[in-house]
């Protein structure tokens, strides 16, 4: 007799294992299927976020920050180093045991809640069957009340510059070198190109990263881009706007890159090209033909506001369905199919999702851009602060940047808030937690922040909305 679960969660990223976790608290039975294969051969649960994406990046950012700073910022401070030397085969050890003791924890997340961790391929079939293969060959048909597919992504590959992952390689290859290329090309300036630029420039290549678009960071506001432009510049990346890369080809001394720009063609030579161009929906032999799921035309598996398909009882999650690409979406994508299965009514704000880019400074906003306002035709007013005026920043060195805050000229209901600074990605969290419970700058305005802290930043901007900023001459 096949067995039968209430609940077949297929992928344990960051969306499929939440989902699985909130499913099984409310006492469903539950699986979540998983292939997932690291480079050394090993499965684990967690997906790209812990094995490829946000933790070992985020691991790589902070040791490469600290090396940077001791060696540019130390003397500031008064403290007199020697020779300061990197050993990446020590830093690359750190990730990799990061990464190790996070999956590690999800496999102990899924028993914790008692739910069955298949490591293996699912698909899905008719009538909610799932075919489940495990890594050692054995097919197995499971019965599904509930299905939610999180199968989530995959680097987006171009034929002009394909992945050998020796010289041209993706951005999982790239958290993973164990030398620093001498001079490394990226291509695509968007939060995931620049994050790796920002490693490796930091630890000592020659960084360019070709970007096709002729504006920066487009989707993020303009006073913001702007700045981090300019401090990545001051940093030594070299981000080339306006040019198309049009052809690679590995060569003897390394990769030979063409790429398009206002001038004609151009070319550089680098030692490892890292293809960043954005990620696809990976739905490769997810389900049968006969099952009836369908895909937009980029590849999204197509689900309504509350990630329901066209298929009774399945729901579909994460990076393969429309909307950011981000784990904390997925994540709340999760918790809401889940609480949907459990009866429970339940929904995702997309309107209120953060994002972040953890360079330095860290740019992180939520809500709208001052030009998407704008286009709205919606009367609004703008106020800011610069990290200058902030004790804490100076206090840290870090004094790069500003907080932008719009409100609604109506009843100053809070629209975006725009950051680029220290700590941009906690910072933010305040403004989130305002604009989902409509707070208005006035609400702000009148919550007291610790002093010194960054956070002040915040209110000093709400104050400057209505232009009764306190620490800095108001416009
Ligand atoms: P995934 O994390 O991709 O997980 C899907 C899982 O499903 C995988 O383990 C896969 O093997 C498995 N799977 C797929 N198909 C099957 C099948 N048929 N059978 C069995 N298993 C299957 N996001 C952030 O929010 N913050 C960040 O800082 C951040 N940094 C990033 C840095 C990098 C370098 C990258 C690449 C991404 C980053 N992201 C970040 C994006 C984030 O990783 C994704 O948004 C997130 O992982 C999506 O979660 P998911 O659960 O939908 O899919
Ligand atoms: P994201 O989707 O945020 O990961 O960003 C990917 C970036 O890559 C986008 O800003 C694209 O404009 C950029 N891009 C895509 N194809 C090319 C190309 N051939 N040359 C240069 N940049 C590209």
């Known amino acids: 007799m096949s067995r039968s679960f209430d609940v077949v969660v297929i992928g344990a990223g960051p969306a499929g294992y939440i989902a699985a976790i909130r499913a099984a608290q409310y006492g469903k039975k539950v699986a979540c299927i998983d292939e997932w294969k690291n480079r050394d051969g090993g ?33 500031k401070h008064g403290i007199k180093t020697g020779k300061i030397e990197l050993d990446l085969a020590t830093m690359q050890k750190r990730r990799a045991s990061i990464v190790r003791q996070f999956t590690g924890g999800i496999a102990g997340l899924l028993k914790a809640n008692k739910i069955e961790g298949l490591v293996g391929h699912g698909r899905l079939l008719a009538k909610n069957n799932i075919e489940f ?20 992504s995959t680097p987006i590959e171009i034929p002009i510059a394909n992945f050998d992952h020796k ?23 968007g939060v995931i190109g620049l994050e790796i630029g920002s490693i490796w420039s930091r630890l000592g290549s020659e960084v360019t990263i070709l970007e096709a678009m002729d504006d920066f960071l487009f989707m993020a506001d303009q006073d913001i881009t ?25 060569s ?28 696809r929906p990976y739905t490769d032999n997810l389900f049968s033909n ?19 398909t066209c298929i009774k009882n399945v729901y579909a999650i994460g990076d393969c369905v429309r909307g950011p690409m981000l784990a904390h979406k997925g994540s709340e994508e999760g918790v809401m199919a889940a609480d949907l299965i459990a009866g429970q009514a339940a929904e995702v704000n997309y309107d209120i999702i953060p994002s972040v880019i953890y360079t330095s400074p860290e740019i992180a906003w939520v809500g709208k851009t001052e030009a998407e306002v704008k286009a709205l035709g919606q009367p609004y007013k703008v106020g800011s602060f610069p990290f200058a005026a902030s004790g804490r920043a100076k206090a840290m060195e870090q004094t790069s940047g500003m907080t932008k805050i719009i409100s609604s000229k109506y009843d100053d209901e809070i629209l975006g808030v725009h950051i680029v600074g220290p700590m941009a990605g906690e910072l933010i969290a305040e403004a989130v937690l305002a604009m989902e419970f409509s707070a208005s700058t006035e609400d702000i305005q009148r919550t007291i922040h610790a002093h010194p802290s960054l956070a002040e930043a915040i209110h000093e901007a709400s104050l400057s909305v209505d232009n009764r900023a306190l620490n800095f001459p108001n416009k």
Not at 228 to 250: H, P, S, Y
Not at 290 to 308: A, K, N, T, W
């Open 290 to 308: 006969d099952v009836g799921i369908q895909l937009d035309e980029r590849g999204f598996i197509i689900v309504d506001d509350e990630c329901r």
């Open 167 to 189: 010289n041209i390689v993706d951005s999982w290859d790239a958290l993973e070198f164990d030398h620093v290329p001498e001079r490394l090309g990226v291509v695509g300036a």
């Open 252 to 279: 003897k001394n390394g990769v030979e890159v063409s790429y398009g720009d206002k001038d004609g063609i151009q070319s550089i030579e680098v030692d490892k090209l890292v293809v960043a161009v954005g990620r």
């Open 43 to 75: 499965n684990a649960f967690g997906g790209t976020c812990l094995n490829a994406g946000c933790i070992p990046s985020k691991a790589l950012l902070e040791s490469s920050e600290l090396f940077y700073r001791t060696k540019h910022e130390f003397k």
């Open 133 to 152: 293969t495990s890594i050692s060959g054995d097919v197995e048909i499971i019965e599904a009340m509930n299905v939610i597919l999180a199968p989530g």
């Open 226 to 250: 702007r700045i981090a432009a300019n401090d990545f510049k001051k940093q030594g990346l070299d981000i080339r706007l306006g040019a198309n890369v049009t052809e690679a080809e590995v």
